[in-house]
């Protein structure tokens, strides 16, 4: 399985930006896929995951003001960002596992991708 992001970028507080993750290769029996940030000087967080069931994870840090979603074959992951602020900005992962959604709480994912930064300032 291959996860390729997109769509980071630099914005100004209070912004939007949309990602996008475009999984390819054996993606039948994932199941469940997540986005993961690291800033500068921070530990790495789980930000927001789906489950292949439904179910939806986010960080309190992302309540509220980030939106997780899939296409129905899971070969595109999104992460809908708004009212951004600069403690946002980090590098954000793609990640994808085959057990059950809770493993990626625990950063235990079967692939990740290369990463997207976002920057933003205030």
């Known amino acids: 399985v291959q996860l390729v992001e997109s769509g980071g970028g630099s914005v100004q507080a209070g912004g939007s930006l949309r990602l996008s993750c475009v999984a390819s290769g054996t993606i039948g029996s994932i199941n469940a896929m997540g986005w993961y940030r690291q800033g500068p000087g921070k530990e790495r967080e789980l930000v927001a995951s789906?489950?292949?069931?439904?179910?939806?994870y986010y960080a309190d840090s992302a309540k509220g003001r980030f939106t997780i979603a899939r296409d129905n074959a899971w070969s595109t992951l999104y992460l809908q960002m708004n009212s951004l602020k600069s403690e946002d900005t980090a590098m954000y992962y793609c990640?994808?596992?085959?057990?059950?959604?809770?493993?990626?709480?625990?950063?235990?994912?079967?692939?990740r991708g290369q990463g997207t930064q976002v920057t933003v300032s205030s």
């Open positions: 789906i489950s292949k069931g439904g179910t939806i």
């Open positions: 990640a994808a596992g085959y057990g059950p959604w809770e493993f990626l709480l625990q950063a235990e994912y079967d692939y």
